[in-house]
């Protein structure tokens, strides 16, 4: 299984912007799919995660009522529209697969079996 993560790119405060990762495999349809990202000097943070079978979202507080999650089946790809940008958001942002999607485990970044190479998104204020 590869990720392939795209769509970063510097944007202003306020602005909008959607991120994709293509997914190859065929399992795609059976894995939970995440969003993390990392900032500078930090630790890598869960942001979104979305169930394969369900479709069941889950989002960090931090981004709630600003990103959606989202998968197309057909495409194997997994989307982040990100809104109403700011620039504690910016970071390098991943997206991962988790094959076992054990109940509550969404956010770990250990329970992710497979990543993507990151793309950064830069803020600015």
């Known amino acids: 299984v590869q990720l392939q993560a795209s769509g970063g790119g510097l944007v202003q405060a306020g602005d909008s912007l959607r991120l994709s990762c293509v997914v190859s495999?065929?399992?795609?349809?059976?894995?939970?799919m995440g969003w993390f990202r990392q900032a500078p000097g930090k630790e890598r943070e869960f942001v979104a995660a979305?169930?394969?079978?369900?479709?069941?979202?889950n989002y960090a507080e931090s981004v709630k009522g600003r990103f959606t999650i989202s998968r197309d089946h057909a495409k194997n790809t997994i989307f982040l529209q990100m809104n109403s940008l700011k620039s504690e958001d910016t970071a390098v942002y991943y997206c991962?697969?988790?094959?076992?999607?054990?109940?509550?485990?969404?956010?770990?970044?250990?329970?992710?079996?497979?990543w993507g190479q990151g793309t950064l998104v830069t803020v600015s204020s």
């Open positions: 979305i169930s394969g079978s369900t479709g069941i979202t």
């Open positions: 495999g065929r399992t795609f349809r059976s894995m939970r």
């Open positions: 991962a697969a988790d094959r076992t999607s054990y109940p509550g485990t969404y956010n770990q970044v250990p329970v992710y079996d497979y």
